[in-house]
C-alpha cells in the first residue's frame, strides 16, 4: 500500500483536532453506528478539561488505497519540543490557520520549523463560516508570513483549501462546494511526496516515549531505512554514536485509526511503534547491530524558565498526599525529562530541592498539575528566567513576540502597562470588529504574572499569544508586585468573624474554615508591607444582648487563583504548596523571626 506521512500544525484553537475527527470519520474508520467522542485525540484529562492538545499523537487512515499516518502536534509555544521532534517524522505539513484570527505566533514557530526543514505546506483555511471571517486577507499574511520566514519559490506556492472542519467540508474557492473533505484528501495524495527509503540495514529516529503496563516501554518513530520485525536484534545509540544498550523486539506496533495494533513488519518510511529495550529514550537511533553511526536529531531550543520544586516541609505536610519524599519527587522528575526533551531537571546542594528548566510557565504548570493528580505533595518556588551570556560576557535574556488582540478602547492600557514591563510595541493595527491587534517584543521576565493583569485591565475582552523569540542584551529591572500580603500568625481553622474584620486590611484568598498555619497568605495586603493578622479569633460571647450586635456576617467572596495564576503571582521569598486537595501560598521561611533576619541580611549584602 502507497503511503504519505504528514502533521497538521496550527495555533491553539484554530481546530486540528475537530478536523483530525472529521478525516477519520469520513475515511471509514468507525463504522457507521459505531459511537464517537468529540475531541478524539486529546486522550489526555488535562487536555479534554483546558481543550488544547499537550502531546503529540499519530493516528492513521487509508483514502483511495493510500495509507495516511496523521501526527496532532501541540497548538501551544510552550510545548514546541514536541513539535520539533515529530517533523522528522513526515513528509508535509497541513497548516491551519483561522479564517478570522489569521496567522498568530504559534502558526509562526511551527511553520518556521517546517519549512527549515524542507517540508512544503498545504495550507487549510479553517472556521470560513464565522460571519467575521476574513480568508483573502488572511491568505496574504499567511504569504507575508512564509515570505519573511525565508521559504524557498517552492514553498511559496503553496496549494489553498478553504472550509469548516466542524461543519465537516473543505473546497478549492471560499464558497465552493461543501460537500466532504475530499479535496484536502486529493490534495495530501497529489502534493505529498512518498517517503524515501533509503538503502541499508534497520534505522529509527526515537521520537516519542511512553510507558505500557504489559509491553514496558514504547518507542515511536519513521523508519528510516530497512525493516523492523518482532524477535529482531537491536541496539540504541545516542547523538553521539555511543550504544546505550542492546536486545530485541519484543512487538513492532502500527497505528490503525486511534489503536495502536501489532504488525510482523515496520517497512521503511512508515511509522510504528517498538518495544523490548528498557533504557533507550527519545532522540536515540535505534539500529540493527552492524550499524555504527546514527541519524542526527535537531536540535531543541533552550529552555527560557526554571522553578525550584522542593520537598513540601509545611506543618500540613503528608496530610493530603501520599508522595512527599524527595526520593520519589526525584524519581518523577527524571521520569519526566525522559520523555519530555524540552525540560531539564538539575539538582542542588540541598537534597530535597530541584531546579526544573523548560520553555514556559504553561509546560511546567502541567507537569505540576499531573503531579498533584497522581498524590504528589511539593512546594515550588516562583518562575525565573534562564540567563545566557555573549561572547564578551554581557548577560542575555529570553525575549518573546507577545500578539494580543483587545477592544480598542483598552489599548492604551494595555500598552502602557507592557511598556512598563520593558516591552517594545512593534505594531498595531486595527483587526476587525473593532478590535486592535498589538504586536510586542517583550522579556519573559516581564510577563511573568501579566496575564491576570491583563485580563483586569481589559474586563477579560483580551486575546493573549506569546512564543520565545530570540536571546537580548538584558532590558534592566523590571519593578514586581506593588503590593504586600496577609500571613497567618498561628495554626487552626480560620473564622468567618475574623476575616470579616480584616476585610479592611485586604481582599482574602482562603474561605472560613480554611486549615492555615503561621506564614501561610491568607490575603492581599492594600500596602506594600506583609502583615501579620489573626485569622483565628472568634466573637467574644457574653450573656448580654442588644439590637443589632448579632447580625449575620457576610463575607466578600475571596480571590482564588488557580495553579499558574498562584506561580505568577508569589514573590521570591514564596511559594505555592502544592497537593491533590489544595493550593496554598506561603513564605518559604514560616517563621517571623528567621524572615526578619533574611531580609537584614539581604539589605546588608546590597
Same mark, same amino acid.
Given at each position: ?32 453506528? =459505531? ?46 519540543? *514536541? ?71 517552492? =514553498? ?217 493528580? *497522581? ?15 555573549? *561572547? ?23 500598552? =502602557? ?52 523569540? *530570540? ?68 466573637? =467574644? ?66
Amino acid at each position: 500500500m502507497k503511503l504519505r506521512n504528514i502533521a497538521i500544525i496550527a495555533h491553539v484553537d484554530h481546530g486540528k483536532t475537530t478536523l483530525i475527527d472529521v478525516l477519520l470519520k469520513q475515511s471509514g474508520v468507525f463504522r457507521d453506528n =459505531q459511537r464517537t467522542e468529540e475531541r478524539m485525540m486529546d486522550s489526555n484529562d488535562i487536555e479534554r478539561e483546558r481543550g488544547i492538545t499537550i502531546l503529540a499523537k499519530n493516528t492513521s487512515l487509508v483514502w483511495n488505497n493510500t495509507r495516511i499516518n496523521i501526527v496532532d502536534t501541540p497548538g501551544h509555544a510552550d510545548f514546541g519540543g *514536541e513539535v520539533e521532534r515529530i517533523l522528522h517524522m513526515v513528509d508535509g505539513v497541513v497548516l491551519l490557520v483561522d479564517a478570522a484570527e489569521g496567522p498568530m505566533p504559534q502558526t509562526k514557530f511551527v511553520l518556521g520549523k517546517a519549512l527549515k526543514l524542507g517540508l512544503k505546506p498545504i495550507v487549510a483555511i479553517n472556521k470560513i463560516d464565522k460571519p467575521e471571517q476574513r480568508a483573502d486577507e488572511v491568505l496574504d499574511e499567511v504569504f507575508d508570513l512564509f515570505a519573511s520566514l525565508d521559504a524557498n519559490e517552492d =514553498q511559496l506556492d503553496f496549494p489553498v483549501v478553504y472550509g469548516s472542519a466542524k461543519q465537516e467540508w473543505m473546497s478549492l474557492e471560499p464558497a465552493g462546494p461543501q460537500e466532504s473533505m475530499s479535496p484536502l484528501f486529493d490534495m495530501i495524495l497529489e502534493h505529498v511526496k512518498e517517503p524515501e527509503s533509503e538503502e541499508g540495514e534497520f534505522r529509527l529516529l526515537a521520537t516519542t516515549i511512553e510507558s505500557d503496563p504489559f509491553l514496558g516501554r514504547i518507542l515511536t518513530g519513521r523508519v528510516a531505512s530497512g525493516v523492523a520485525t518482532p524477535n529482531m536484534a537491536i541496539k540504541a545509540l545516542t547523538r553521539d554514536g555511543e550504544v546505550v544498550e542492546t536486545g530485541r523486539i519484543s512487538k513492532v506496533l502500527a497505528f490503525r485509526g486511534l489503536e495502536r495494533s501489532a504488525i510482523d513488519e515496520g517497512e521503511a518510511g512508515d511509522i510504528v511503534s517498538i518495544a523490548g529495550l528498557t533504557k533507550a529514550t527519545v532522540a536515540d537511533t535505534i539500529v540493527a547491530p552492524q550499524v555504527t553511526e546514527p541519524i542526527q536529531a535537531q536540535p531543541i531550543d533552550p529552555p527560557t524558565l526554571s522553578m525550584m520544586f522542593r520537598v513540601n516541609d509545611g506543618p500540613l505536610a503528608g496530610t493530603e498526599g501520599s508522595k512527599v519524599q524527595s526520593r520519589v519527587i526525584r524519581e518523577r522528575l527524571m521520569k519526566e525529562a525522559e520523555g519530555n526533551v524540552a525540560l531539564k531537571i538539575e539538582e542542588t546542594a540541598e537534597a530535597d530541592a530541584f531546579i526544573v528548566s523548560g520553555r514556559g510557565e504553561l509546560l511546567l504548570a502541567i507537569l505540576i498539575e499531573n503531579m498533584r493528580r *497522581e498524590g504528589f505533595e511539593l512546594c515550588v518556588g516562583r518562575p525565573r528566567v534562564v540567563y545566557q551570556e555573549d *561572547e564578551n560576557g554581557k548577560r542575555l535574556e529570553p525575549i518573546e513576540e507577545v500578539i494580543i488582540d483587545v477592544d480598542e478602547e483598552y489599548s492604551g492600557a494595555v500598552v =502602557q502597562k507592557l511598556t512598563e514591563r520593558k516591552a517594545e510595541l512593534l505594531e498595531m493595527r486595527p483587526s476587525g470588529g473593532g478590535r486592535t491587534r498589538l504586536v510586542f517584543n517583550a522579556p519573559t521576565r516581564g510577563l511573568i504574572g501579566y496575564q491576570a493583569e491583563l485580563m483586569s485591565d481589559t474586563r477579560g475582552s483580551a486575546i493573549f499569544n506569546r512564543v520565545f523569540h *530570540e536571546y537580548a542584551p538584558y532590558k534592566g529591572a523590571i519593578q514586581g508586585r506593588n503590593t504586600g500580603v496577609l500571613l497567618s500568625n498561628g495554626d487552626g481553622n480560620a473564622v468567618a468573624f475574623a476575616l470579616f474584620n480584616l476585610e479592611d486590611r485586604g481582599p482574602m484568598m482562603i474561605d472560613p474554615g480554611t486549615k492555615v498555619y503561621a506564614g501561610m497568605i491568607v490575603g492581599e495586603h492594600t500596602r506594600g508591607n506583609d502583615l501579620e493578622v489573626n485569622v483565628l479569633k472568634g466573637k =467574644q460571647l457574653t450573656n448580654m444582648r442588644s439590637s443589632g450586635k448579632d447580625d449575620a456576617v457576610k463575607l466578600t467572596t475571596p480571590i482564588k487563583l488557580s495553579l499558574e495564576g498562584a506561580l505568577s503571582y508569589i514573590a521570591e521569598d514564596e511559594l505555592v504548596e502544592v497537593t491533590p486537595d489544595s493550593i496554598r501560598l506561603r513564605k518559604a521561611l514560616l517563621c517571623p523571626h528567621e524572615r526578619k533576619r533574611a531580609e537584614r541580611a539581604s539589605s546588608k549584602a546590597s
